[in-house]
């Protein structure tokens, strides 16, 4: 069964403290690497994927990096209207229906 | 937005009513999904439709209901549910001809069982 474990489940930081998000994962063959953003009372967006170990993506602020066993999301200098909860979701290679399994997120809170 | 529209965004229902959630893609995608998504808890995918043909149903219970009469639209039936059913409901959809495809989500429906 895919697993995806996020760490820190909160995090508080100060505008410009630059800081790393982690997503751990195990999955049977990785076909994607997906990371959201979800502000309260919203619907995940879709921020990047992630295809293979190596890879590198970057939005704003936001960089997302992968290896075989996990994926990191770096804030660089931070503002509060990047306080959301970022979510990670894998989905398997071996998945006929493509579902996506979910880390339970990681909240950040960026104060001015 | 990003183009997937969910109705109504809030629902309060006791115990013994019936209702419906509503969802409409407008972005030409072939695959919906509903997630349920409670406090500090995973989303956990509920439903599955492919082409319109149901292809996941993740050990949900009977009182809740899917129907998919084409690709852009999806409701979900809700009947006799439980206080524990209180939750944000969301619809997503994806394009599943491309080897790897990002799945767009709704704002949601906050659902409130009393």
Redesign the interface.
């Known amino acids: 069964e895919d697993q995806?474990t996020q760490s820190p489940e909160a995090l508080r930081l100060q505008e410009g403290e630059s800081s790393s998000l982690n997503c751990s994962y195990t999955v049977s063959g990785l076909?994607?690497l997906?990371w959201?953003r979800q502000d309260p009372?919203?619907?995940?967006?879709?921020l990047f994927?992630l295809?293979s170990a190596g890879e590198e993506k970057e939005k704003e602020r936001l960089k997302a990096t992968l290896t075989k066993k996990e994926s990191f999301l770096h804030i660089t200098a931070p503002k509060p209207e990047d306080s959301a909860t970022y979510?990670c979701?894998v989905?398997a290679s071996s998945s006929?229906?493509?579902?996506?399994?979910?880390?339970?997120?990681t909240t950040v809170t960026v104060r001015a | 937005e990003t183009g997937v529209t969910q109705t109504p965004r809030h629902l309060v229902m006791g115990m013994t009513n019936k209702k419906s959630l509503k969802c409409e893609q407008h972005l030409g995608h072939n695959a919906m999904y509903w997630y349920k998504q409670s406090a500090k808890k995973p989303l956990e995918l509920m439903f599955v439709y492919n082409f319109k043909e149901q292809t996941e149903n993740n050990s949900v219970p009977s009182r809740f209901s899917p129907e998919c009469p084409n690709s852009s639209h999806l409701f979900l039936h809700l009947h006799t549910l439980q206080p524990e059913d209180s939750a944000l409901y969301l619809c997503a959809s994806s394009q599943r001809d491309r080897g790897h495809s990002e799945q767009y989500f709704g704002p949601g429906t906050r659902l409130t069982v009393t």
């Open positions: 995806v076909r994607g997906f959201y009372g919203k619907g995940p967006e879709f994927t295809y979510l979701a989905q006929n229906d493509y579902k996506l399994s979910f880390g339970a997120g």
